[in-house]
């Protein structure tokens, strides 16, 4: 068996396998499920992996699977992610009645995927031809979203962090992974089929409560200390902050109220507020949430207003290995040409594949056969086979590159790849960034 025959046999065996690949994604989408609450996705997801003869374990970090082949072999370990959760758009027209959720970021394709990578190299035994192992994994809550159902469960000490992928590293679930492999859908332009070596920004999400007096809004306005000023305030100060971003740092920082008083004739004494703040360095981060968390302290300050500032660990910026980038390419290229592939995209939004690519070597492509832009309404799969064959084989392809000859071409990448953390100094990091800060009602 020459390497080439073994990715013809894969090939064929992914074709053969299109209607189950296709079939998964469908279930997904036919049951979209808000992070840490994937309980159909996992449940048919390792049943899938479980039928197909792999060792599998439930409900990792909360939800979610990891599949491991019967027998461990020497040398190291590729994983296969595929992200289960949902986002919610109710104006989406496939949307979930209840809950409004729907997978408009196209988790389900990578779910598909994952799963169709594991099925064909099972059906052609194709483990035996290579070396080290591999692990998939379909891992929850990608999506930073709903705090109060998390900070529930924090409380109830079934989880420590919001993101999946943050989760799963603490929990020592990456421990014994050396290079991680997933693809993201994405409306690409016309002709493009694929998109590789994007760079994304990392962020840090913030919960602020501005303390305030209430007084009656109309008679006595001048006993009160009006916390929506503070907040208003606050949020043109951080609108000062934008001149001083530089265009290479990527900043974003978009802060939204989600409550702004009581009642309208009682000066308003208690105000919320979330915000992202994003940046393309851990670095520019930093240096940005300093200059907003002043900005906000500057609002309480200016009407002798409390506030409390809590800072989630958001994602880290996602990083790139080349030399990833470009074995995949190479086996992409067989089926779309180069006019068919766009390399490099400067997304200001977050992944939480970010956090993995600073411990490890990271593949994290995007394919296309979608229309509409992710988390909008018109998000939907317009080519079967550009959205879930064409990334199906690309993966298998490249993990057949990096684990043939004892697994050499992975073994040279780990071995040239120097990490942007270790895992202690990340798990420092989250720890750190987690926060809260005060300002006591007219300190100053
Ligand atoms: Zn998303
Ligand atoms: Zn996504």
Redesign the pocket.
């Known amino acids: 068996m020459t390497k080439q025959e073994l990715k013809q046999k894969v090939i064929q065996a992914i074709d053969s396998l299109a209607d189950q690949i296709i079939k998964t994604g469908d279930f997904l989408y036919a049951h979209p499920e808000l992070g840490y609450k994937e309980y159909a996705g996992t449940a048919y997801t390792a049943q899938l992996l479980e039928n197909a003869g792999f060792v599998v374990e439930q409900n990792i970090a909360v939800t979610g699977v990891r599949a491991k082949i019967r027998e461990k072999k020497q040398g190291p370990t590729l994983a296969v992610l595929g ?1 289960l959760d949902a986002i919610i758009c109710r104006e989406h027209p496939d949307c979930a009645a209840d809950t409004g959720a729907i997978h408009a ?3 389900h394709i990578q779910v598909a995927v994952m799963t169709g990578v594991a099925l064909a190299f099972q059906k052609i035994s194709g483990f035996q031809y290579l070396g080290g192992n591999l692990v998939f994994m379909a891992v929850p809550a ?2 930073f979203v709903e705090m109060e159902f998390r900070t529930d469960l924090k409380k109830k000490g079934l989880l420590t962090y919001f993101g999946g992928k943050q989760e799963m590293v603490a929990k020592g679930l990456f421990d014994d992974i050396d290079i991680s492999l997933m693809v ?1 859908a994405l409306n690409l332009p016309d002709g493009k089929k694929v998109l590789t070596a994007p760079s994304g920004n990392g962020f840090i999400g913030k919960k602020i409560k501005f303390t305030g007096q209430e007084s009656h809004a109309g008679s006595a306005p001048e006993e009160g200390i009006n916390a929506l000023n503070a907040a208003m305030l606050a949020i043109n100060n951080i609108h000062a902050q934008r001149e001083t971003f530089s265009d290479q740092d990527r900043v974003r920082v978009h802060p939204i109220i989600t409550k702004g008083g009581d009642m309208v004739n009682v000066v308003p004494a208690d105000v919320r507020m979330e915000c992202y703040v994003r940046a393309r360095t851990i670095e520019s981060l930093t240096q940005a949430n300093l200059k907003v968390d002043r900005a906000i302290r500057a609002g309480a300050m200016a009407v002798g207003a409390g506030v409390e500032i809590e800072d989630m660990p958001g994602y880290l910026p996602l990083l790139n290995a080349p030399a990833l980038d470009k074995l995949f390419q190479e086996n992409v290229r067989f089926f779309c040409g180069e006019e068919g592939i766009s390399q490099g995209y400067d997304f200001t939004g977050s ?1 939480d594949f970010g956090d993995i690519s600073h411990l490890m070597p990271c593949l994290h492509p995007f394919t296309g056969g979608v229309q509409g832009s ?1 988390h909008s309404k018109n998000f939907a799969i317009t080519d079967n086979d550009t959205a879930y064959i064409l990334p199906t084989k690309a993966v298998a392809m490249t993990i057949i590159d990096l684990l043939w000859e004892d697994a050499k071409q992975a073994q040279d990448i780990i071995s040239n790849f120097k990490p942007a953390m270790d895992k202690p100094q990340y798990l420092n990091w989250l720890k750190k960034t987690e926060k809260n800060t005060f300002l006591d009602l007219g300190e100053t």
């Open positions: 992200e970021c196209g988790h990608e999506e993201h992944f992710l």
